[in-house]
Nanobody, 125 residues
């Protein structure tokens, strides 16, 4: 079974940076997508950024485009989310998710089958 472990969350001031890591294991296929989602208190979980192992295509939510960068290290089976110029509205629990057998990059929570435990990101103003 696919397992995902997130790390790298923390407290940072507005304008600062953080890098989240998602260590993945247990894939039975070479074609899969890994996405980063976040959920703030009282809000629905939303897609932040996703990447495809099939062709490296990516997705970014409009709210993070130009500030966040998703990347993958296939040798380490790890996906990173570099978050720059953080804003208080980026405060949320960030989750890593995976879906196998895809040749595209879904951004909807319902399209992912495996989830990590989440890591808290808090941006102070």
């Amino acid at each position: 079974e696919v397992q995902l472990v997130e790390s790298g969350g923390g407290l940072v001031q507005a304008g600062g940076s953080l890098r989240l890591s998602c260590a993945a294991s247990g894939f039975t296929r070479d074609d899969y997508a890994i996405g980063w989602f976040r959920q703030a208190p009282g809000k629905e979980r939303e897609g932040v950024s996703c990447i495809s192992s099939y062709d490296g295509s990516t997705y970014y939510a409009s709210s993070v485009k130009g500030r966040f960068t998703i990347s993958s290290d296939n040798a380490k089976n790890t996906v990173y989310l570099q978050m720059n110029n953080l804003k208080p509205e980026d405060t949320a629990v960030y989750y890593c998710a995976a879906a196998e057998g895809l040749h595209w990059v879904p951004s909807n929570v319902f399209q992912y089958d495996y989830w990590g435990q989440g890591t808290q990101v808090t941006v102070s103003s």
